[in-house]
Each structure stands twice: as C-alpha cells, then as structure tokens.
C-alpha cells in the first residue's frame, strides 16, 4: 500500500490554472463526473477553441467573494442526476492539487449555490492509485479560506482573457498589433466599433447594443478613440466600466488629456515642465497676450490642431500679431506658445505604460520645417532618453490618470519641456524605431490589472454553518 495516496471524504484542492488556492471538495466515488461550483457561465472565442467563463464563490457562507475564472472548453455534456434532472453542463479540463499531488480532471460546471461543497471530486477523476477511505477527513492536509484574504490583489492572471478593442479602425497598424499580442498569449479579442455602439443606461442592468445586439461583459477594454469620437467614445467606456470590464484608460483620464486647455491646467498644477503657454479664445488684447509669453519667435496653436496641422511658427511680433487675428477671425481656441529653438525641429515621444517609459523615439522635422510630425515628412529615429526625461514622462503620464500615453517632450536649454500627452498612442512609428514589442508589453500590463475577483453586492442568502453541512443527497449523484 506504500504507493497509493489516501483521499477522505472531503478535502482541499487547489486549482492553479483556474488562480483558486482553496477550495472545499466532497470526494464520492458514487458520482462518475466531477462538478464545480459556477455562475454566469458564457462561453466566448471562436468555436473551435471555445473558452468558458464563470463566476465562482469558493467560500460557501462567503458569497461576496467572487473570483472570475476561464478555461479551455472541452466538452458540452448532458449530466443527469440522481433525482432525474437532466442538464447541459460545460465541461473544462484543469489540474487540480491535492496535498501534493498535481494533475488534470474534467469538470462539469454547474450551479451548487445549495450545497455544502463547491466542488464534487467523482471517480473518473480520481487517479487509480489513489484511494478513498470514507472514514477520513482531509487525509491530505487542511488549506484555508484565509488564501482569499488579499483578493483582489496584482498578480497576471494565466486565464484567456475576453479583451474588446474599442476602435473605429480595426485594420490600422495598432489595433492589429494589439490583437495578435493578446491573441498570441491565448486571449480573445473582438474589435468594437465605437460609432455602431448603442447605450442602454440603466442603474441595475448598464448594457452596450452593438448593431442591435447586447455585447457581453469583457474582461477589459483596450480604448483606441479618435479625437472625432471623445465624447461619445468615453461614454461607451464608462459603460463597459460600469459592467465590470478593466479599462486599460478611464474615460476621465481620456477626457482630461484631450482637453488641452484642461491637460495644460493639470500638467502645470503637477509641476511639470512645459513651454510657456498663454490661451485665449478671440482675445482683444493681441498685445498682452504677445507679452505674456515673451518675444518673438513665437509658435501659434489652434486647439483642435491634429498631426501639426493648426501649428504656426511667427518669426516676428509682427507675423505673430497677423496670426492671431486670424485665428481669432475664426472663433477659435488658439495658444500661444514660446518657441523651444534648441529642440532643433526635434521632439521625443516616450510610449508610457504603467508608469514607466517602456519605448521611445525621437521625430526631426524635413531640412526648413519645425514641426516634427511624421505626417508632415518628420523621420523617426532611436533615441536614448536621459533620467530627468523619463521623470517628466512618467510623472505627465501619472498627472492626468492614464496608464497607458504618449508623451511628446521638447530638448530645451533648461530640460525637458512637455508638449502633448497622448491617451490613444500609435504603435507603428514607435515599434518600428525602437524595435520594442510596445503591443506585447501593454498586454502584458493589462493582464496584471483585470480584476482576478470581484466582490460582488450581491447579499445571497447566508446560510448557516449547520445547514451548509447538511449536502443534500441529491447532489451526490452525478
Ligand atoms: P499637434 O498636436 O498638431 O501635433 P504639436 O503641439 O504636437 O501639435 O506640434 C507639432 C510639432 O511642432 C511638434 O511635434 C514639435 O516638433 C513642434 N513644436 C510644437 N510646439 C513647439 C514649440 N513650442 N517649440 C518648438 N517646437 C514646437
């Protein structure tokens, strides 16, 4: 008998794919299949490789612990219990531990809200030389519930996860490296359409319409919004916030950074170094304004400038004074701005993610232009980044919420000068000039950010210690 493993009645398993340190399990050879405890079961990703998600609640007088677990379907089976009930249950293959012993079983996933265990440990499932003495309780060792105490906390999770890519442009170079990233470590991702996203707003039940359809609940939300789509854009965020997704940016932290007068305000209040900034909406006083920045040279912007198109250099006070009352002919929102010479029409972009600079790239403008953009024949090239530079980007990154940006700085004589923050970055210039996987790393960090468990509100009926003993018999017969 020296080789066999002893299994009493109960005992403690673990589940080290599922991210379950303990859970409770009746062991019974009278039932053939073995069964854990899951709600909101959807399945999700392609048919051939269909995934499962659900929502268990290990601890059975605990119902407000919820850990969200996904796993490979194998199988979709009809199980019928002892009292004739039948059910199609989906069926999930997983290692389990016990003491310490590791090793793969099939698990039907079904609702055991009822009952005293979570999970039921069948005979299929026990390897043949282990074996049960009925006599026994925990013949493996004692875990705890304790394991739960510091849900959620930051940790990868290994399981597939459901990631939406809110984007008007599913085929761009970004929105493709972002879903071969997630998909190479095994995620499933589905590209949203913001523009074809309907709301529905209710306080109990928030739901995204997609073409008609209600969109399930996502794991997290990669936020890719054009300028054009801010404001509806991040009400569709909130939403999916709102139904549990982890949103890579919030729709605050979005919004804050497209305001540039907002973003401006916000910078300056964190103490980040920006160029000299004066903002006016059809000023009178040109003059004071003019003043206000200093002398000529002087770079006029309007806010709604896009890949440097409403950006103008005025060599003179003069040129200076006639762009402006241009501008202000326009009822626009327009900034004055001092001229960074030194910068020498270059600018640094440090792709952020999480709080560190993980890629960058240094944009020069063609021979006689100032503005860098690589829209208006700027090169990208590799480019070093001292610490002080890496400080100001984090720390602008950090200012206005995001966890993911693109800050554009400026060389100046008296450091770093931060221009823009960017809230949906492209990857391709970047990527390409730095030869940094920028799609893999932002994956990497949403999977340390997804909510491992949930607490939920939901104040499920407590039952007590006595009754939760009591396993009705019905359930032993699976
Ligand atoms: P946009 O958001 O339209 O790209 P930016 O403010 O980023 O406008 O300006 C475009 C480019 O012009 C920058 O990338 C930078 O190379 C150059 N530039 C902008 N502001 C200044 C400035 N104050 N001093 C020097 N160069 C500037």
């Known amino acids: 008998m020296e080789d066999t493993t002893l299994l009493g009645w109960e005992e403690w398993a673990a589940f080290p794919k599922l991210g379950l340190p303990a859970v409770k399990a009746k062991v019974d050879t009278g039932a053939r299949t073995s069964a854990l405890h899951a709600v909101s079961i959807e399945p999700f990703g392609p048919m051939e490789k269909t995934q499962v998600r659900f929502i268990l609640h290990p601890i059975p007088?605990?119902?407000?612990?919820?850990?969200?677990?996904?796993?490979?379907?194998?199988?979709r089976r009809e199980v019928v219990s002892s009292n004739g009930e039948r059910e199609l249950r989906w069926v999930i293959e997983t290692p389990v531990r016990i003491g310490d012993r590791?090793?793969?079983?099939?698990?039907?996933?079904?609702?055991?809200?009822?009952?005293?265990?979570?999970?039921?440990l069948g005979r299929q499932a026990i390897p043949e030389d282990m074996v049960v003495n009925p006599t026994l309780s925990c013949a493996q060792g004692e875990l705890s519930y304790d394991l739960y105490k510091d849900f959620p906390r930051r940790r990868p999770v290994k399981r597939p996860l459901r990631i939406a890519i809110l984007t008007r442009e599913p085929n761009n170079y970004s929105s493709q490296r972002l879903r071969d990233a997630a998909q190479t470590r095994g995620h499933v991702v589905?590209?949203?359409?913001?523009a074809r996203c309907t709301l529905a707003i209710d306080a109990n039940d928030p739901k995204v319409y997609y073409d008609g359809k209600p969109l399930p609940v996502y794991d997290a939300v990669i936020p890719r919004i054009g300028a054009s789509m801010t404001g509806y854009g991040m009400a569709v965020l909130r939403q999916f916030s709102m139904m549990g997704a982890y949103c890579l940016n919030t729709a605050e932290a979005i919004g804050a950074s497209r305001d540039k007068l907002f973003?401006?305000?916000?910078?300056?209040?964190?103490?980040?170094?920006?160029p000299v900034t004066a903002f006016a909406h059809s000023p009178k006083d040109t003059a004071n304004l003019i003043a206000h920045v200093g002398d000529a040279p002087l770079v006029v912007k309007l806010l709604q400038s896009t890949q440097g198109r409403g950006v103008v250099l005025?060599?003179?006070?003069?040129?200076?004074?006639?762009?402006?009352?241009?501008?202000?002919?326009?009822?626009?929102?327009f900034i004055v701005q001092e001229f960074v010479k030194e910068a020498g029409g270059a600018d640094i972009r440090c792709f952020v993610v999480g709080g560190r600079v993980i890629a960058t790239m240094m944009r020069q403008a063609e021979e006689g232009e100032f503005r860098s953009n690589l829209h208006r024949g700027g090169t990208a090239r590799k480019v070093r980044i001292t610490k002080e530079e890496r400080v100001a980007a984090v720390q602008a990154t950090k200012s206005l919420g995001l966890s993911v940006a693109g800050v554009d700085l400026l060389r100046s004589a008296t450091g770093p000068k931060i221009l823009e923050v960017n809230s949906s970055p492209g990857l391709e210039g970047v990527e390409r000039s730095s030869g940094k996987d920028v799609a893999g790393l932002i994956v990497e960090y949403l999977e340390t950010h997804v909510r491992p468990a949930r607490t939920g509100k939901r104040k499920a009926a407590a039952r007590t210690p006595a009754e939760a003993r009591a396993e009705p018999a019905s359930s032993q017969s699976e």
Not at 61 to 75: F, L, M, Q, R
Not at 103 to 111: G, K
Not at 190 to 194: P, R, Y
Not at 314 to 333: P, Q, Y
Request: with cysteine; net charge negative; hydrophobic share 45%.
């Open 61 to 75: 007088d605990k119902p407000e612990i919820e850990i969200v677990c996904s796993a490979p379907a194998v199988d």
């Open 102 to 120: 590791e090793w793969p079983v099939e698990l039907t996933l079904t609702n055991r809200e009822t009952m005293a265990y979570r999970m039921l």
């Open 190 to 194: 589905e590209m949203i359409n913001t």
């Open 263 to 274: 973003a401006h305000q916000i910078l300056a209040r964190s103490g980040i170094n920006m």
């Open 314 to 333: 005025a060599e003179t006070k003069k040129a200076a004074e006639s762009v402006i009352d241009a501008f202000r002919g326009l009822d626009a929102n």
